[in-house]
């Protein structure tokens, strides 16, 4: 008997891609996919422990005022849960100490980056070493890129996927690390799980506008070192159906969107756990 | 006692923001600057210890990957000038809430934080060690580029005299200024010159008539025996003349458009209009809708905050647009910023409320590269683009709503005021809790509740500030900043309680704030009664007239009944959204507003709406004249081609588009650009707002402002022409469309700053008639709308009026979005059709602008033949025939041919001798006429029969064909060829002008 999997989606204070995301979990089969004011966490009403795919979806979280996902981070961190001794950053220790997925879209990404999730190299999942910081361009910018998926990865999301076409629509989307050795280390351990590219998917690129942001060596999302924990820029849960690609009225295209590929995974492989 | 935190980026990172500045500086101002760097400010006036200073500094307030942090010293060093640029006391300061919130959870203690901005700032060093950057410089810069001293102060410290261990002293913009709230009595019996004095000095915007009209209502005396009962006099109170004056605003009362005309239409005759609005848009929307009988889409028109139309059984569309010009041309950022997020209220405060699906703006600018001497109060139009953008920037992207489409038009003539139209649509459920959802209704004894923002001395006077000319005098606090995520919260929340049903009404605190709001939803009821002391207040200081009309942003006003309303208040309180009681709605017939328990304002509700007389006023049509231009027809027409593209009103607009979030919520079928790699205009937005629906709608725009200069009543058929065939060019159905006007104009009443009032109001009257015939004959009803009078700039003897200008809006259902077609060509091999006629009409065209002229044949709409057109289009495009389709629009079938192309990265052989034209005999002509309801089609070879059996009886031709090779060929009416151009040139002449 397979497990039943519940996917949690996590709205709220300025996040906006809830609704999309819901509904890939919900094309991907989850049993129950549920969108959660954070409000609800905070009061203790909904707690993490009871899903199994945590998704932070992309928005701008207090504005991004302080730098995205700062203030986003600051909260997670510091605030507490209603009626229960702890913190938020509590259930999210909880949640991934038990090997569960989660799966970070553009401010959700930054978000992980932020609080230390993302690389979370040799578990320590409250250090930042990495970070997303303002495009080279300087501004926002809404445009479809080609993603090359490192096939070594061991990112559960990305696996059996050879390259993606998604849309970015971020501001602050640059990958940088804090040194040489760690990006070294994300090469090395495969963490890199998928990177800008040609179109072709084969190469990964610095160059504008393909690599639209000047993520250092291209790097478009990272996953920790079990592979279930995922962030990346660009939005699958944009590219959904054949008609959000943006030649669908000229090119022929399957019916489904490339982006439904990482929510399936997601639920295969959670499927076949144990929890 | 206050602390300074600085956070800079370390040495190597690059600083994107003061690269783009320093750009600006070289390219904009011509200094020469060697490097900005830029410096974030965080002031924290609060009770914080060393080290939760340094926590704060740490933890939320800078990225340790990238940042570095300073308390209580300098940050910057080595640099010529730095500028620091600050908020002025009482102006809404974002980021600095958000900190404050972040330091909160992260200490626990409350604090306010004020930000400011560094720019550091270094110059060229030659080898003679001049001072190659002067104060002079630094300060053209502060001024010209960094600060707008309407909202923000400056500081400019010279870097000889820097002392980094020192740095700059905490500078805390508190709003000072002493806490007794008063309310004045005003004796109105007076004379006419003092009567217009007070008018004047208050920014009350009220003229002598209506002053009047007060001063006699306060002569009544039953009037005067209830204002006795509640302890008030014959005087009127300051907040009953605020009050009044916000409601019978130009801007909330719409009384040029509800006055009596007496219209002279310059050929002998004279005729009466009893009320624009009334005699033209809402009858053609009544005529419309008694057309369509049983299956009347339109739900709500004309008597909502927006327009509401069903979309399927189980759900409705919303739509509204809006303009926000007046504090747009104080400050664009801003102005444009609390534009977009003061339009989301609207379909939000429509009904039982709708969540908002797509955003849509227009914008009409002086050109960016405008180089006369600027006259005072003007910001440079580079200025006002590039704030504007920003301000849509981020309302539209932080709340979350697609920016779907838009556009920019470009005329010297909006250096006075930018015209900032902002659009917003949104989907409710047709039912909820079993009762329809697109009506509204109060009973007494429900409670007035306020919920979201705060209130403070913004946005006060914007209603009738919006309602005269921009002058010398144009006050300050009109302007203000719109705090999307304040909003976002407070509609996350609303909704939750829409669901729930905690609440009967909604509607949105905009113009005229809480004066308006409760005023408006009071009429449902009969009445109400309300305490001001009991609302929360951004900082103390405010005097109750100030509280009643602050047009404070992120607020709605609910009616909430009494057994609901622990509900609702803990609901809010769980979703960290504030809301208040504030009072309760009554059947009393009076507008009764208290300050604790003294009232301080007590007007009949009557009175209050519709004590106002219609006005009365004259037009006069007498058909302008122009000179007709007189020039050959240009021997090199590719290069007279490329010069078209390169038009700011034809060129891309691809830097803006990208800048705004198109596709969040899933459901964008047809983007803004479009073609083989993404760069080609769309005629219109598709979109599918359920998920897991194929139904979807479209939305268009139309506005082509040049024409007024002929004659408006064509500018306005055009525009809705316009809208409306853009609709059809993406697979809309003609009979499920909607149409949303919103007029900008001059002022068009006479007056000794008007002399020519009368035209002007005549313009008005012609576009109006048009709207009408050319509405009912499309059967496009008109479901919402708004006016905007006043486009004029007046300083001394400057005056600069805007050209009448009509914006058009369209959304319309599709039943299945997965028919939509797009704009560029597909395959070589298609063949290349133009659909209608084109006739010699290059009057107001983009063709004679080229050569500085305007000329009188302005382009007609022939609208019965056209909506027989579209009608075959569409079936040609549901039968899936249709390859591509593009609208002719400025710069006509040439321009269109081009787009066409290049867009799908395929040239074009077509013949100019086969396009069906009247009265053309010049090549120029017949590839730039604007002549309305043309299309370039392209169809697979396999589909011509089919295709050209559904346009059987309508004017169309096969012109050619689409080729591999990437150039654009086209043979002239002399059987030559004309142009041979590389599309990729073509495309590089289109994508030039505005790639900054």
């Given at each position: 008997m397979p497990q039943r999997i519940r996917a949690i989606v996590i709205t709220g204070?300025?996040?906006?891609c809830e609704m999309e995301m819901a509904h890939a979990c919900k094309l991907a089969r989850f049993d129950e996919v549920e969108i959660v004011h954070i409000s609800e966490l905070l009061h203790g009403t909904k707690q993490l422990d009871d899903y199994h795919f945590l998704n932070l979806p992309g928005g701008f979280l207090d504005g991004d005022d302080l730098g995205s996902a700062k203030a986003g981070a600051n909260r997670i961190l510091h605030a507490a849960v209603a009626g229960r001794e702890e913190r938020l950053y509590d259930q999210f220790a909880r949640f991934i100490a038990a090997g569960k997925l989660i799966l970070g879209v553009c401010n959700g990404f930054q978000l992980l980056v932020k609080l230390g999730m993302l690389p979370g190299l040799d578990g320590h999942y409250d250090r930042q070493t990495v970070t997303l910081t303002f495009n080279d361009s300087g501004r926002f910018e809404d445009r479809w890129v080609y993603l090359r998926v490192d096939p070594g990865s061991p990112c559960i999301f990305t696996k059996g996927l050879y390259g993606l076409y998604l849309p970015v629509r971020h501001g602050e989307g640059k990958f940088v690390t804090l040194d040489e050795k760690i990006l070294e280390r994300l090469h090395r351990e495969g963490l890199i799980a998928v990177q800008y590219s040609d179109e072709n998917c084969r190469e990964a690129t610095l160059e504008y506008p393909a690599n639209p942001n000047g993520a250092v060596d291209g790097i478009a999302g990272i996953c920790n070192e079990t592979g279930r924990i995922f962030g990346l820029m660009p939005h699958p849960e944009a590219y959904l159906h054949r008609t959000n690609h943006p030649r669908w009225t000229r090119e022929e295209l399957p019916e489904e969107g490339m982006g439904l590929a990482l929510f399936r995974n997601a639920a295969a492989f959670l499927r076949s756990a144990n929890f | 006692m206050a602390n300074r935190i600085e956070i800079g980026f370390r040495q190597g990172i690059r600083d994107a923001l003061g690269e783009k500045i320093k750009k600006r500086i070289v390219g904009h101002l011509r200094i020469h600057v060697d490097s900005v760097r830029t410096v974030e400010v965080y002031t924290i006036d609060g009770d914080l210890t060393p080290g939760e200073l340094e926590k704060a500094a740490r933890g939320p307030l800078s990225d340790p990957v990238i940042q570095e942090f300073a308390i209580d010293r300098g940050m910057a060093c080595g640099f010529d000038w730095l500028i620091e640029v600050g908020f002025r006391p009482g102006v809404t300061d974002n980021v600095g809430k958000t900190a404050a919130e972040a330091i909160a959870i992260l200490t626990g203690k409350p604090v306010r934080v004020y930000t400011s901005r560094q720019y550091v700032i270094g110059g060229i060093r030659d080898r003679c060690a001049l001072d190659l950057l002067t104060r002079a410089d630094a300060e053209r810069i502060a001024s010209e580029?960094?600060?707008?001293e309407l909202i923000q102060r400056c500081e400019i410290i010279d870097g000889r005299t820097w002392d980094p261990a020192q740095g700059m002293k905490p500078h805390v913009p508190r709003v000072m200024g002493e806490d007794r709230p008063r309310t004045e009595e005003i004796d109105l019996d007076c004379p006419d010159e003092a009567l217009i004095r007070i008018s004047q000095e208050r920014v009350l915007a009220l003229s002598i008539e209506e002053m009047r009209i007060l001063r006699d209502y306060l002569k009544n005396e039953t009037v005067l025996a209830r204002r006795k009962e509640v302890g008030l006099g014959a005087r009127i109170t300051d907040a009953e003349l605020e009050c009044l004056a916000q409601t019978w605003s130009e801007h909330c009362k719409h009384k040029i458009f509800n006055a009596r005309i007496a219209y002279d239409d310059g050929e002998g005759h004279t005729r009466e209009i009893d009320s624009l609005f009334d005699t033209c848009i809402k009858r053609s929307t009544r005529e419309i809708r008694e057309r369509m009988g049983a299956g009347d889409w339109c739900l709500s028109v004309f008597s909502d905050n927006a327009g509401i139309i069903r979309f399927n059984d189980d759900w409705n569309l919303v739509f509204k647009v809006e303009t926000h010009n007046s504090p747009s041309a104080l400050d664009p950022y801003g102005g444009a910023l609390t534009g977009i997020v003061g339009v989301n209220r609207d379909p939000f405060g429509c009904g039982k409320g709708a969540k908002l699906i797509f955003n849509t703006d227009v914008f009409c600018f002086?050109?960016?590269?405008?180089?006369k001497p600027l006259p005072k109060r003007i910001l440079h139009p580079r200025r006002i683009y590039e704030g504007v953008r920003e301000g849509v920037e981020h309302g539209g992207n932080k709340s979350g709503i697609p920016t779907v489409n838009g556009c920019l038009v470009f005329d010297e003539r909006y250096l006075g005021k930018p015209l900032v139209y902002c659009g917003t649509g949104g989907i409710m459920p047709a039912r909820l809790n079993g009762a329809p959802t697109h009506t509204k209704e109060i009973l007494p004894g429900d409670l007035v509740v306020m919920t979201g923002g705060r209130i403070g001395k913004d946005g006060i006077h914007g209603a009738t500030f919006s309602s005269e000319e921009l002058h010398e005098g144009s006050p300050v606090t009109a302007v203000q900043i719109g705090d999307p995520i304040t909003q976002k919260k407070m509609t996350d929340f609303l909704l939750v309680a829409r669901d729930r049903g905690l609440y009967r009404t909604i509607t949105d605190n905009g113009a005229g704030g809480l004066s308006s709001s409760v005023g408006e939803t009071a009429r449902l009821s009969g009445g109400c009664e309300l305490d001001l002391k009991k609302s929360p207040l951004k900082y103390p200081g405010l005097n109750p007239w100030e509280i009643l009309i602050s047009e404070s942003q992120e607020r709605m006003t609910l009616a909430v009944t009494p057994e609901k309303i622990d509900g609702f208040l803990s609901l809010a309180r769980k979703m960290d959204v504030e809301a208040t009681v504030l009072g309760h709605y009554t059947d009393s017939g009076w507008f009764h507003i208290r300050y604790g328990e003294e009232t301080v304002v007590l007007i009949e509700m009557s009175f209050l709406h519709d004590g106002l007389p219609q006005m009365s006023l004259r037009a006069a049509w007498t058909p302008p004249h122009h000179a007709e231009p007189d020039f050959s027809e240009p021997d090199d027409l590719g290069g007279a081609m490329k010069e078209m593209l390169s038009r700011l009103n034809i060129c891309s607009k691809e830097s803006v588009v990208r800048q705004y979030d198109h596709e969040v919520q899933g459901g964008s079928v047809v983007k803004p650009l479009t073609g083989v790699v993404n760069d080609g205009p769309s005629d219109a937005a598709v979109i599918r707002p359920l998920l897991d629906s194929f139904e979807g709608f479209v939305v268009a725009n139309g506005i082509c402002p040049r024409y007024s200069d002929i004659d408006a009543y064509h500018m306005a058929a055009c525009a809705i022409d316009e809208a409306v065939r853009n609709a059809i060019a993406v697979g809309a159905p003609l009979n499920r469309l909607a149409g949303l006007d919103n007029f900008c104009w001059c002022d068009p009443v006479r007056s000794e700053k008007t002399p020519d009032g009368e035209y002007k109001l005549a313009q008005l009257v012609r576009a109006n008639m048009a709207l009408y015939d050319v509405t009912t004959t499309y059967g496009v009803p008109c479901i919402s709308g708004k006016d905007s009078m006043k486009n004029d700039y007046q300083i001394g003897a400057v005056r600069i009026s805007i050209p009448p200008t009509l914006l058009f809006s369209t959304l319309g259902r599709m039943e299945d979005v997965r028919k939509a077609v797009t704009m560029d060509v597909k395959k070589a091999g298609d063949l290349v059709y133009v659909l209608g006629k084109t006739f010699r009409e290059l009057g107001g065209s983009e063709w004679y602008a080229l050569r500085g002229a305007v000329g009188n044949s302005v382009p007609k709409v022939h609208a019965k033949t056209a909506k027989a057109l579209y009608e075959a289009l569409h079936r040609a495009i549901r039968a899936g025939l249709v390859a591509s389709c593009h609208d002719c629009s400025d710069g006509g079938l040439g321009v269109t041919l081009a787009e066409t192309a290049f867009a799908g990265g395929l040239g074009l052989e077509v013949n100019l001798r086969d396009i069906p034209a009247e009265g053309i005999g010049r090549n120029d002509e017949l590839l730039f006429s604007e002549s309305q309801s043309r299309f370039v089609v392209t169809v697979s070879p396999g589909s011509r029969e089919a295709f050209e059996a559904f346009l059987a009886g309508c004017t169309f031709a096969r012109i050619g064909t689409v080729i591999p090779e990437g150039v654009l060929r086209i043979d002239g009416l002399g059987g030559q060829r004309i142009i041979k151009e590389d599309i990729s040139a073509l495309k590089a002449a289109w994508q030039k002008p505005l790639a900054f």
């Open positions: 204070n300025g996040t906006n | 580029l960094l600060a707008n002086a050109p960016p590269d405008y180089a």
